[in-house]
């Protein structure tokens, strides 16, 4: 019987700390992981315009909303998210040009599935910058309650 009070008293315990750590709310910023994707994906760029010294014009364009979302990361993290909104809507703009960017020794169908890809990546990136704007929005208002806490002690 001991045996069994102890395994629930163990199980209400571990249950307890699952309770405490769901209701402390998120505590990373979701930006930062893409910031650094970011940052990698542009110092790539400019390894590979240093060394071979060329770069194609639809790099520069990536490069561009790269360096706008971590500059907005730093600056006005509220507004990061815009930067995924952009580049989703590019990315459903362009993939018709992804079609006939393929060389054409592929047949129709593969150049039509990448297009589709390319388009469907678009849209989950547009709808994405949606929910990550939320994940923001729900970080910082935790951080700011946990300052009000702070500051009321």
């Known amino acids: ?5 102890e395994r629930f008293v163990g199980r209400y ?3 307890r700390d699952e309770q405490r750590a769901e209701r402390a709310g998120p505590n990373k910023n979701p930006y930062v992981v893409f910031a650094v994707v970011a ?30 979302f971590i500059v907005l990361c730093v600056w006005r993290p509220e507004w990061a998210w815009v930067v995924f909104l952009i580049w989703g809507a590019t990315m459903v703009l362009e993939s018709p040009w992804v079609y006939t960017l393929e060389p054409y020794r592929h047949p129709a169908r593969v150049r039509f599935i990448s297009a ?3 388009a469907g990546f678009g849209v989950a990136a547009f709808a994405y910058s949606f929910v990550i704007r939320r994940r923001y929005e729900v970080y ?8 009000a806490d702070d500051q009321r002690i």
Do not use: C, G
Not at 1 to 5: C, G, P, T
């Open 13 to 15: 315990q571990i249950w």
């Open 39 to 68: 940052a990698a994906f542009l110092a790539w760029d400019i390894y590979k315009l240093a060394t071979v010294h060329q770069l194609p014009w639809r790099s520069i364009s990536a490069d561009i909303l790269f360096l706008l």
């Open 116 to 118: 589709l890809f390319f």
């Open 140 to 147: 910082r208002s935790h951080q700011e309650s946990l300052r």
């Open 1 to 5: 019987m001991r045996d069994v009070v």
